[in-house]
Structure formats: C-alpha cells, structure tokens
C-alpha cells in the first residue's frame, strides 16, 4: 500500500479566498486523483492528475475553480478557488502506486468549512 | 463504468459474520468488483477486490458468483471497530481500452455492529 498525507488537515476559510491543498505519497505513483465529499454525501471525484500532463476534470469540475498542480510523481496539489459555502466538504486525495497493481488508495481527507 | 446496488444499511452482532451484498448486473468481462469501507470522518479504506475468482484477504473475504452479476464481502468475525459505510465498486481494468479507470462511488451500505 501506499502512505499518504494531507495538508492542512482542516481548515476554516473565509468567502472569496483560496485554500491550496497538498497531497504527500510515500512512493512513486503512476495517477493521483482528487474527490470531494459533501456533507452527508459519497466521494465525487473532481479530477485525474497524471505527471507531466493537464488534469483530467470530471463534469462539473473546472480548472479556474479547482486548478490542479502535478509536478512530480510523488506530490500534488489542489486549489479551491474563490470559495463560497457550498465548497465546505472534505476533499481527498487518492493514488494509484505502480507496484500496487490495480488498486486505489485514499488519504486521510482535508476538512474545509468556509464561512 | 458498470453500477452498483447495495442495501443502505445492515446491522450485525459483534464477533458474527457480517454478509454483505452487492449487485452488479450490467458488470462487464473487463472489470473488477472493489470494496472500500468509510469509518467516520476518515479516508476510504481498501478491502479487497476480484474479478472472478473468490477472494480472501487478513481483512475479508470476497464470494463474487459464476456469473458475476452479484457479490458478497463477508468480514468473519465483526468488532465494533467495522461500524462504517462499505462502498462496493466496479472498475474497469487498467489497460483495457480507453482511460475511464476512476473509481465511482455510490451510496454504499452503513454497517453498524452492536455489542
């Protein structure tokens, strides 16, 4: 399995501000993924990023809204831009490691409450 | 990628088997049946996956039928610590045409374990 760390852990922002996302893996992964988890609701994936080529965003993503950085195998990053409210959930990265075969794992979530 | 069909919730007697289902009846020949759990607050946790042949694992076993249109994640002996949302996944195959490989959650089934 693979070892991933968050940063910041939980964050408490303000409207009309970004917050920057981290994402740690322990090893050299082939995809990184991002979901958002809603309050009371499942995982929604926001986008595929893949080093050294643009993320893939999932309908009703878009980069000005959630821009995505990648710039090696082992780290990424995730901006949730111009925030409101509704962007309070926990937003969670995931990896697919290359010896791991097929299997995905997550981390352990950043919890965002915007006011 | 294939849908899924899980009760919304199961209770189970601490130190039983906890039996549960999923069905999954448009699964195609190239794609895995995965398990992920959900203990509150934290991040997705990987069980076990199979594509059809039974699987079994420290954490679980994994009964997909010959027909692969339906599965069963049996955890031997419950403890407390297995309350959690248990999210049964059908994924395509890396490799297998195409780029889809994310995983999709659905609304999973809350399993709580009662001493």
């Known amino acids: 399995s693979a070892v991933i760390s968050q940063k910041p852990s939980r964050d408490i922002c303000q409207r009309g501000t970004s917050l920057t996302i981290q994402c740690q893996v322990d090893?050299?992964?082939?995809?990184m993924f991002w979901y958002r988890q809603q309050p009371g609701q499942s995982l929604t994936l926001i986008a595929t990023?893949?080093?050294?080529?643009?993320?893939?965003?999932e309908s009703g993503f878009v980069i000005d809204k959630f821009p995505i950085s990648r710039p090696n195998l082992t780290f990424s990053t995730l901006t949730v831009s111009n925030m409101s409210p509704e962007d309070s959930s926990i937003y969670l990265c995931?990896?697919?490691?290359?010896?791991?075969?097929?299997?995905?794992?997550f981390g352990p979530g950043t919890r965002l409450l915007v006011l | 990628d294939a849908k899924t069909t899980q009760p919304p919730s199961m209770d189970c007697a601490e130190g039983r088997a906890a039996n549960l289902p999923c069905n999954h009846s448009?699964?195609?020949?190239?794609?895995?049946v995965y398990w992920y759990r959900q203990i509150h607050s934290q991040g997705p946790q990987y069980i076990i996956h199979?594509?059809?042949n039974n699987e079994t694992n420290e954490m679980a076993s994994l009964i997909i039928t010959e027909d692969r249109k339906s599965s069963t994640l049996i955890l031997p002996h419950a403890t407390l610590r297995d309350t959690a949302v248990y999210y049964c996944?059908?994924?395509?195959?890396?490799?297998?045409?195409?780029?889809?490989?994310?995983?999709?959650f659905g609304k999973g089934t809350l399993l709580t374990v009662n001493p």
């Open positions: 995931s990896v697919a490691p290359r010896l791991a075969g097929e299997t995905q794992y």
């Open positions: 090893s050299q992964v082939t995809m």
């Open positions: 990023a893949n080093q050294g080529s643009e993320a893939t965003y």
């Open positions: 448009t699964i195609s020949g190239n794609e895995y």
């Open positions: 199979g594509l059809k």
């Open positions: 996944i059908v994924r395509r195959i890396m490799g297998s045409g195409g780029s889809n490989y994310k995983l999709t």
